[in-house]
Structures are given as C-alpha cells and as structure tokens.
C-alpha cells in the first residue's frame, strides 16, 4: 500500500518562533495533498489542499499567513506555522491520493506551543 | 456544502457481538464517495471501508459491510464478530467526486469489551 512519513513526529516550541512539518509520500508520487488538524477528542478539520507547482488552496477561516504550505516536489509538502501560540498546539495530519480516490494519511505530528 | 453527522459520540460492545455505527450527510451533488476510516490510540488513519455513490451494492470488507441508503442520505457501518482490535474512534467521511476533499462526521468512539 502507498506510504505517507511525517516528520516529525512531535514538537515542542516556545511561543513565537516557527515550526516546520514534513510530509512525505514514500513509495508514489502525489500531485495533491491535504493538511489537516485535530483537537484532542474532535474530528478531522481540513485545512488547506497543497498542490505541486502552485499555490495552495486554504479551507475558510484557516490564516494563508499563519499557515505555510510549499509543495515544492511531488513527494513533499511541507507545513510552516508561523510565529507559533498556545492555541496552535494541535494535532496536525497530511494526507495524500496516489491514485483514484482514496487519501493515504500521514502518522500525524503533535504540536505543543508553550 | 457537504456535512457528515455521527449521532453517537461512543459505544460499547462485548467481544464477538455485531455492532452497528450511524452516519448522515448532506449533499448536492450526484457523483461521490463515502469512507468510513478508524483511528485507533495511534492515531494513524487506517481506511475501513468505501462507498461510491453510484454503486447499488453495499460495499463489504471482511468483517464489515456498509448499509448504503442513497435516498435518505444514510451510511452506517456494521462490524461483525467484532474484536479486541476494533477498538477506535471510526470516522464516516464524504468525498466529493471532482475535488478529492473529505469531509469528517465527529467520530464515534468504539471500545471493544471482553
């Protein structure tokens, strides 16, 4: 089956500073990916769509300044949250489609912002 | 815009008993996808099962099998001679045909009793 890494895992920050997670599809390429992020007990809230090549594509309400996405090859995007807070601390997952419709996910990477 | 509503925060069962998840969802279009994926304590996203919407026949994998009521909008999940290993939070989710986004229902947490 077709693998998705993130890295890394879990990260802990001081408030203000950036934090980079990689995600990456390890046995196809992928065209398109998804970033999504999770509350602790909640669901699954998508946050934007990457897309290689070109900008990417926010769900409403997400900040495309807080948030940085680059796809900048076919088997990397990467996410980028910008001077960082307490209230990002979150569980954020990517996911990616080798082919049809089914979306692989990532094994997600917790964020804690002190 | 799409909603997906899992009316059953949790539920609990005993080993080797049939247990049924509910899921809603509201769309507009014709052509799209239904997912039922489970996240267990990892919190890796493993896909269970998956419905298109044209087909008729409701999808069965194993131990589970989906009951597909196009018309009412209805796609539960039923798992069989359930397990230990059943253990999860499952998530229904709708895609739509062209765009590829899912969107999540709130989760139902399932826990497996022996």
């Known amino acids: 089956g077709a693998v998705v890494s993130q890295h890394p895992s879990r990260v802990i920050c001081k408030s203000g500073t950036s934090v980079k997670i990689e995600c990456r599809s390890l046995d196809f390429q992928a065209t398109t990916m998804f970033w999504y992020r999770q509350f602790p007990k909640k669901s699954l809230m998508l946050m934007a769509t990457s897309n290689e090549g070109s900008k990417a594509t926010y769900e409403q309400g997400v900040e495309k300044d807080k948030f940085l996405i680059n796809h900048a090859s076919l088997t990397l995007s990467t996410l980028t949250v910008t001077s960082a807070h307490p209230e990002d601390s979150s569980f954020y997952i990517c996911?990616?489609?080798?082919?049809?419709?089914?979306?692989?996910f990532g094994p997600g990477t917790r964020l804690t912002v002190l | 815009a799409q909603t997906v509503t899992q009316s059953q925060p949790e539920m609990s069962v005993q080993e080797a008993e049939t247990v049924t998840l509910s899921c809603t969802y509201d769309t507009s279009e014709s052509n799209y996808y239904l997912f039922w994926y489970k996240q267990p304590p990892s919190r890796q996203m493993i896909l269970v099962i998956r419905?298109?919407?044209?087909?008729?026949q409701n999808a069965t994998e194993n131990r589970f099998s989906v009951n597909f009521q196009k018309a009412a909008k209805s796609f539960s999940l039923k798992i069989s001679d359930s397990q230990l290993g059943d253990t999860a939070m499952y998530f229904c989710a709708f895609g739509g045909g062209g765009a590829q986004k899912l969107v999540f229902g709130q989760g139902t947490r399932l826990t497996i009793n022996p």
């Open positions: 419905q298109e919407a044209y087909k008729q």
């Open positions: 996911s990616a489609i080798p082919r049809g419709n089914e979306q692989f």
